[in-house]
Nanobody, 113 residues
Framework: QVQLVESGGGLVQPGGSLRLSCAAS????????MAWYRQVPGKQRELVAV???????NYVDSVKGRFTISRDNAKNTVYLQMNSLKPEDTAVYYC???????WGQGTQVTVSS
């Protein structure tokens, strides 16, 4: 059974940092592209960052230079390091493995003073 469990969200002041983690199980993690999405109430879910199985990464323009996606295949975990956070980064963040159409439960990130 494919399972993705996110952690690491919370409340942070503008300019602060958070690191999200997503622990995966039930599939061969190293063979799959992993991605982070985010969603604000009333808006479509937005792709934030992708780390494909070949090692390349891609980011939405609004987070380039601030967010870094990484993965540890030995731990079956994907991370999202978020620096220089802005209030507009406030959202529920979801981990996903797109080819399996699997999603985590989401973790809330709130950027506010």
């Amino acid at each position: 059974q494919v399972q993705l469990v996110e952690s690491g969200g919370g409340l942070v002041q503008p300019g602060g940092s958070l690191r999200l983690s997503c622990a995966a199980s039930g599939f061969i993690f190293s063979l799959h592209t992993m991605a982070w999405y985010r969603q604000v109430p009333g808006k479509q879910r937005e792709l934030v960052a992708v780390f494909n199985s070949g090692g390349s990464t891609n980011y939405v323009d609004s987070v380039k230079g601030r967010f870094t996606i990484s993965r540890d295949n030995a731990k079956n975990t994907v991370y999202l390091q978020m620096n220089s956070l802005k209030p507009e980064d406030t959202a529920v963040y979801y981990c996903s493995t797109p080819r399996l159409n699997a999603w985590g439960q989401g973790t809330q990130v709130t950027v506010s003073s």
